[in-house]
């Protein structure tokens, strides 16, 4: 996995020279198998074992380098405003088969302006080798890459009768997808339903019909739990 080097130390404090660092993690079994220069910073292509899925995003392998390095990971923090508006009131959700998906939980973001994200962002993706789409959803792939946690946003408007079901695709069920290719579904997929039909593969991959755009307003923020085989 390609890391990006400031992105990584900024989690840390008193953290030692980049030289230092790629050695103890790769002595933890963290293994800096590449480090070129990117754009501002050095890209790390880090070999993290299958089994450690929560050292696979920055917050992760700078705990590891933490531990490593007998540093401290600093504390995250956030500021964030909320109205009164109960979300339940803007969109439902339904979880049909609680053994696929355990947790969905989702937030309204009204009042959003579509367009590029800053500079700092699109360097930090592109470090780590993701494309720049625009500043929503290069946001859920920033929190992605920095902490682990998938992210999707809907368009709210486009969501059909404002309501989430989770539920295994019926067969032959079709979904055209965020690339441009049209999918075949059957009962083994578990998918994201809207009130008239399917609008993404959960945990894999959103649809067409409500991706973010330029003339989106609303965003619903999703957040999920999917048993990981389906």
Not at 13 to 26: C, F, I, Q, V
Not at 44 to 52: I, K, Y
Not at 130 to 142: E, G, H, S
Not at 156 to 178: C, F, Q, S
Request: charge should be negative; include cysteine.
């Amino acid at each position: 996995m390609i890391f990006d080097s400031d992105w990584l130390v900024e989690h840390l404090d008193d953290a030692p020279d980049l030289d230092t660092l790629a050695e103890r993690l790769t002595d933890c079994g963290c293994l800096v198998e590449l480090r070129e220069m990117g754009d501002g910073a050095e890209k790390w292509d880090v070999e993290v074992t299958t089994n450690r899925p929560d050292a696979m995003n920055h917050r992760g392998l700078a705990r590891e380098a933490s531990v490593a390095t007998r540093g401290r990971l600093r504390p995250i923090s956030f500021e964030f405003s909320e109205s009164d508006e109960d979300a339940t009131d803007l969109a439902t959700i339904e979880i049909v088969d609680p053994t696929l998906c355990s947790r969905y939980v989702a937030r309204v973001i009204r009042g959003v302006s579509v367009g590029p994200s800053p500079e700092w962002i699109q360097r930090r993706l592109l470090n780590c080798g993701v494309r720049p789409i625009n500043a929503v959803v290069d946001a859920t792939n920033y929190v992605l890459l920095e902490l682990g946690q998938p992210l999707h946003a809907f368009d709210l408007d486009l969501v059909r009768g404002r309501r989430i079901v989770v539920r295994p695709a019926e067969d032959g069920e079709t979904l055209e997808t965020l690339d441009g290719e049209v999918r075949r579904l059957d009962p083994s997929t578990l998918m994201i339903a809207d009130g008239e039909g399917v609008i993404a593969l959960a945990g894999i991959m959103g649809g067409a019909e409500s991706e973010i755009n330029d003339g989106t307003t609303d965003v619903l923020l999703e957040s999920a739990h999917f048993d990981a085989l389906s």
